[in-house]
Structure formats: C-alpha cells, structure tokens
C-alpha cells in the first residue's frame, strides 16, 4: 500500500497565529495592573481603602479603633514611623493621623506611599479624605516632615455581617523610592 499523499503544512498560518497569541497575551498582561488597581478601588479588595470628599452626616454611636503601621522598602533610605497610639472615634467621625518620615540620605528623594487597611474586607468601609498617598513625597538630605491622613469608617460598615464583631482595623503604609528620585539626582549639581 502506498502512503497517503499529506497536505503541506503552512507555516505562515502558524507564524501569524503566533504572533497573534503574543500579542494578546502581551495585550492582557499591560492592562492587568490597571485593570486590577480599579477593581481592588471598586470594591475594596485586598484592604484597598476609598477616596471621599468628606466624612457622612450620620455619626453612630459605635466605635471604631484604628491602629497605624508603617514600614519602608529596604531600597529606600528613609525612616517612617506610625503613630503609635491608636485612635478610638465614633463610626462616621472622621479622624486625623500624622506618619513621620526623615530622609537619611545624603541625595533628594522621592517616594510613594502604597496602603492598605487589615481586615481586607473592612477596605470599602474605610475612606480617606486627604492622605499624602495620593501623592509622591519629595524629601532632602535629613528633611524630616510629618504627613497627614484624613479619614472615616463608613457607618455602612455595621450593615456587613462579614465585618460583625470587627473592632479595630489597621491601617499601613509602605513607602518606595518613585522611579523619578533617580531623575531628581541626576538634575541637581552636586556641591
């Protein structure tokens, strides 16, 4: 019996279909960090706090503690400190909180806060009005500054019968180095 005759292979399908797929998949991986930034804002997840306006009208008698932590990536040169007393207010009230930081270095940088709030669930609950997160913190050779927060636990909160029982949320900031701090650098003379 003799072979059958086979089709012949194209490999300009295989060659586009190739690239297609990687730039599908090149496509999907650039838009994940954005895509996940707005979903985790939306709804809160992972401990991803809200931006408000202002705090409610509607204050509750119940309380809230919320405790404050900070750390730094050990590629930055600065000091950061939480307050260390936690704050006690009504739900709906809002507070204020000062972070300190101190630039150890002997060059200017900038840095960006990352945060998030523990327990994750309580991140749509708790909203800040005004954070030095929202924005990059440029800091001299031995500044030092104290950086506010505003913020409130939404009276919502005591609707959640995943969140029953939560007293106490935590709030964290992580400082890094911002990618402009090398930038900064290399623009000022050195004296």
Partial sequence: MAP???????????VLSSIAVVLVMGGLAYASVPLYNLFCRV??????????EMAPDRILSDTMTIRFDASVNRSLPWKFSAPSEPVTLPIGESGLAFYHVENTSDHPIIGTATFNVSPPQAGYYFNKIACFCFTEQRLDPGQQADLPVT?????????????????????SYTFFQS?????????????
């Fill in 4 to 14: 059958l005759p086979s089709k012949p292979v194209s490999h300009k399908r295989t």
């Fill in 43 to 52: 709804t809160g997840f992972g401990g991803t706090t809200q931006r408000a």
């Fill in 151 to 171: 913020f409130f636990v939404d009276p919502e909160i005591v609707n959640d019968p995943e969140l029953k029982g939560v007293k106490t949320i935590t709030l």
């Fill in 179 to 191: 990618p402009k701090s090398a930038q900064t650098i290399v623009a000022e003379p050195r004296g």
